[in-house]
């Protein structure tokens, strides 16, 4: 089998041209200063992702899991009390590692088609004042909502709790400002809307967060999951001395993926991501399909989530529209699996007419399986959006 023509799935995403020639750079001796040089300038560019940011940046070598899971085991201390807002998939799962590591659990959950609100967790608040942390997943990608994290990361600070926040999918595609939403940790992962590699977490530590981390016994140390390891070692020893060997060939792509979204300019790109969103929901509805979100308010700009028609089953759709029409769609995840599909549109799947493509393959895919849908009433409805204020001759 061949690779798909368009991978326009929930990610990973294809990469720029860029982006996979700087993966075949050399590998070059991590302790060379050229190299030293370049991840402290990866470091600086994630800092401009998000937004300018003050807090340090901690490059975790492995996918963004790597980076949630040691944040919750770094803050974690047996007995705290942690409020984790479960939106979604990744949402609910974080939850699990906090009552792993021995959080005395508070949990708001709300329907996976709605996003969380800020006017219950001041609610939560005042029923539980001793809440020292809370937990928030940005951009829910398995059911393509967002949670309003600039109204409630600032409530959790002004009750004096810690916030960590899952911007794995959010980071180059929609605002994240660490500094002025009091986020303490924010963990991004590059093979979402930066359209990098899978091999890295892209970690924002407050200094809020690092005085927690290091008064809790419980902080790993010494530890592939360690993030003190990172502060002590590296950011403390004027950034000449890793914890460990660092993934040569991904800090060239990240950088790379990075260095596309910063020449290109982070306003644009986001006007670009939230563009092919909203071309994506017209399109879906024109369609006759109905977008997963309960509202387009709460809808994020890097996936669309399509509510399930019925006459067609999920994983024969996906498998038609990859072998008969070459082009990659997601499912959804965890118990989302059965109800609902994605088209993806992060990253460089944002570009051009991708979301077009998206629409015919799954328009095409559900009317080949006999499903009644206006396909081409969806590209119109998709193209009005997408070429809103180009006139002639500045098509981009
Ligand atoms: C992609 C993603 C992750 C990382 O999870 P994987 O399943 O390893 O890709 C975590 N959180 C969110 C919100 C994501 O979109």
Same mark, same amino acid.
């Not at 001796?29 to 040089?37: A, R, S, T």
């Not at 942390?133 to 990361?153: A, K, Q």
């Not at 200094?207 to 990172?230: E, M, T, Y």
């Given at each position: 089998?061949?690779?798909?023509?368009?991978?326009?799935?929930? @990610?990973?995403?294809?990469?720029?041209?860029?982006?996979?020639?700087?993966?075949?750079?050399?590998?070059?001796?991590?302790?060379?200063?050229?190299?030293?040089?370049?991840?402290?300038?990866?470091?600086?560019?994630?800092?401009?992702?998000?937004?300018?940011?003050?807090?340090?940046?901690?490059?975790?070598?492995?996918?963004?899991?790597?980076?949630?899971?040691?944040?919750?085991?770094?803050?974690?201390?047996?007995?705290?009390?942690?409020?984790?807002?479960?939106?979604?998939?990744?949402?609910?799962?974080?939850?699990?590692?906090?009552?792993?590591?021995?959080?005395?659990?508070?949990?708001?959950?709300?329907?996976?088609?709605?996003?969380?609100?800020?006017?219950?967790?001041?609610?939560?608040?005042?029923?539980?004042?001793?809440?020292?942390?809370?937990?928030?997943?940005?951009?829910?990608?398995?059911?393509?909502?967002?949670?309003?994290?600039?109204?409630?990361?600032?409530?959790?600070?002004?009750?004096?709790?810690?916030?960590?926040?899952?911007?794995?999918?959010?980071?180059?595609?929609?605002?994240?400002?660490?500094?002025?939403?009091?986020?303490?940790?924010?963990?991004?992962?590059?093979?979402?809307?930066?359209?990098?590699?899978?091999?890295?977490?892209?970690?924002? &530590?407050?200094?809020?967060?690092?005085?927690?981390?290091?008064?809790?016994?419980?902080?790993?140390? @010494?530890?592939?999951?360690?993030?003190?390891?990172?502060?002590?070692?590296?950011?403390?020893?004027?950034?000449?001395?890793?914890?460990?060997?660092?993934?040569?060939?991904?800090?060239?792509?990240?950088?790379?993926?990075?260095?596309?979204?910063?020449?290109?300019?982070?306003?644009?790109?986001?006007?670009?991501?939230?563009?092919?969103?909203?071309?994506?929901?017209?399109?879906?509805?024109?369609?006759?399909?109905?977008?997963?979100?309960?509202?387009?308010?709460?809808?994020?700009?890097?996936?669309?989530? &399509?509510?399930?028609?019925?006459?067609?089953?999920?994983?024969?759709?996906?498998?038609?529209?990859?072998?008969?029409?070459?082009?990659?769609?997601?499912?959804?995840?965890?118990?989302?699996?059965?109800?609902?599909?994605?088209?993806?549109?992060?990253?460089?799947?944002?570009?051009?007419?991708?979301?077009?493509? @998206?629409?015919?393959?799954?328009?095409?895919?559900?009317?080949?399986?006999?499903?009644? &849908?206006?396909?081409?009433?969806?590209?119109?409805?998709?193209?009005?959006?997408?070429?809103?204020?180009?006139?002639?001759?500045?098509?981009?």
């Amino acid at each position: 089998m061949h690779q798909p023509d368009f991978t326009l799935t929930a @990610g990973p995403i294809s990469a720029s041209p860029r982006t996979l020639a700087a993966l075949g750079s050399p590998i070059v001796f991590d302790y060379d200063p050229v190299f030293l040089e370049r991840f402290a300038a990866l470091e600086r560019k994630v800092a401009a992702l998000y937004a300018g940011t003050k807090s340090d940046i901690v490059l975790m070598q492995g996918e963004a899991v790597l980076g949630l899971e040691a944040t919750a085991r770094s803050l974690v201390r047996p007995g705290m009390t942690c409020l984790n807002l479960a939106s979604g998939v990744y949402g609910k799962w974080f939850g699990r590692w906090l009552a792993e590591y021995g959080a005395d659990l508070v949990e708001l959950e709300v329907p996976y088609d709605e996003a969380v609100d800020p006017a219950a967790v001041e609610r939560v608040f005042r029923e539980r004042p001793e809440i020292e942390l809370v937990s928030v997943v940005h951009s829910e990608t398995p059911s393509g909502t967002v949670n309003p994290i600039h109204e409630i990361c600032p409530i959790a600070k002004r009750h004096g709790a810690l916030t960590i926040v899952d911007c794995v999918s959010s980071l180059g595609g929609t605002e994240v400002r660490p500094d002025d939403w009091g986020l303490d940790v924010c963990i991004a992962g590059p093979q979402k809307c930066l359209s990098g590699p899978p091999g890295m977490s892209l970690v924002a &530590v407050s200094d809020d967060a690092w005085a927690a981390i290091r008064a809790n016994p419980a902080a790993p140390r @010494g530890s592939f999951l360690s993030l003190l390891d990172w502060k002590e070692t590296w950011i403390e020893g004027g950034r000449t001395q890793f914890p460990y060997t660092p993934s040569v060939a991904e800090v060239h792509g990240v950088s790379a993926a990075c260095d596309d979204v910063l020449e290109e300019g982070l306003p644009a790109v986001i006007e670009r991501h939230d563009r092919a969103a909203a071309a994506c929901r017209a399109g879906i509805r024109a369609m006759g399909l109905e977008p997963w979100a309960k509202s387009d308010e709460i809808a994020t700009n890097c996936v669309t989530a &399509v509510r399930k028609p019925d006459g067609a089953e999920i994983a024969g759709i996906l498998r038609h529209a990859r072998e008969r029409y070459g082009v990659m769609l997601s499912a959804g995840y965890g118990e989302l699996k059965p109800k609902l599909l994605r088209i993806g549109h992060m990253g460089v799947a944002s570009r051009s007419l991708n979301v077009v493509v @998206g629409l015919s393959a799954l328009g095409r895919t559900l009317a080949d399986f006999g499903v009644p &849908v206006r396909t081409g009433d969806g590209v119109e409805a998709a193209l009005e959006v997408l070429s809103a204020g180009a006139g002639v001759g500045s098509v981009a």
